[in-house]
């Protein structure tokens, strides 16, 4: 546990730096989580497609099955973070993240983070898709995130979700292998 913190005071800083470092909009590889890390990765995600429905228990979470359900949520929370910072609305970030550590980097870019449009769900693609992992209350969502028209830019990663009343950001990590079990095992803030 005090790696995964230390690992995020770390990335934090990163964070930081990155977003307040001057470079050309074409050339950008935004890590939209971090909002304005660069990420380059070399491993080759394979886009699984299987047909199923979402499995619902009496609780009310449900095990994500299909990689369209998995973009369409997916979509929803990336809208959701993003509108929230542009209109800098602190409930509308609480609606798509788990854990406070994600809402403070969120609530960070509120006035800083420059967008050329008004976020939209149809301006948020996604492409690789591959689910990792997918249990009642925790998924993991291998991706290649774009994010065009209000902020172009890409960004290949591991999506962590947890269920609280409804799918939420938990963690991203950028690489395929990183250490992210761990947060599927952790306590939500």
Not at 3 to 21: D, F, Q, T
Not at 67 to 92: C, K, M, P, S
């Given at each position: 546990?005090?790696?995964?913190?230390?690992?995020?005071?770390?990335?934090?800083?990163?964070?930081?730096?990155?977003?307040?470092?001057?470079?050309?909009?074409?050339?950008?590889?935004?890590?939209?989580e971090?909002?304005?890390?660069?990420?380059?990765?070399?491993?080759?995600?394979?886009?699984?497609?299987?047909?199923?429905?979402?499995?619902t228990?009496?609780?009310?979470?449900?095990?994500?099955?299909?990689?369209?359900?998995?973009?369409?949520?997916?979509?929803?929370?990336?809208?959701?973070?993003?509108?929230?910072?542009?209109?800098?609305?602190?409930?509308?970030?609480?609606?798509?993240?788990?854990?406070?550590?994600?809402?403070?980097?969120?609530?960070?870019?509120?006035?800083?983070?420059?967008?050329?449009?008004?976020?939209?769900?149809?301006?948020?693609?996604?492409?690789?898709?591959?689910?990792?992992?997918?249990?009642?209350?925790?998924?993991?969502?291998?991706?290649?995130?774009?994010?065009?028209?209000?902020?172009?830019?890409?960004?290949?990663?591991?999506?962590?979700?947890?269920?609280?009343?409804?799918?939420?950001?938990?963690s991203?990590?950028?690489?395929?292998?990183?250490?992210?079990?761990?947060?599927?095992?952790?306590?939500?803030?």
């Open positions: 546990m005090r790696r995964v913190i230390a690992a995020l005071i770390v990335a934090s800083l990163a964070v930081g730096v990155l977003v307040l470092w001057p470079r050309p909009v074409a050339e950008e590889n935004v890590d939209p971090a909002l304005g890390s660069t990420t380059t990765t070399s491993a080759v995600a394979i886009t699984t497609t299987t047909t199923g429905t979402t499995s228990t009496d609780e009310g979470s449900h095990v994500v099955e299909t990689v369209e359900e998995a973009e369409e949520i997916l979509r929803e929370l990336w809208f959701g973070w993003f509108e929230g910072i542009y209109n800098q609305d602190e409930d509308r970030i609480r609606e798509v993240v788990a854990s406070l550590h994600q809402l403070d980097l969120a609530l960070q870019q509120f006035g800083s983070m420059e967008f050329a449009a008004e976020p939209t769900p149809s301006a948020i693609s996604f492409e690789q898709t591959e689910i990792l992992l997918a249990t009642e209350d925790c998924t993991a969502i291998w991706t290649e995130s774009t994010f065009k028209d209000f902020i172009d830019g890409t960004s290949t990663d591991v999506h962590i979700l947890r269920w609280e009343a409804g799918w939420r950001f938990f991203l990590w950028a690489y395929r292998d990183d250490l992210w079990e761990a947060d599927c095992e952790s306590q939500l803030d």
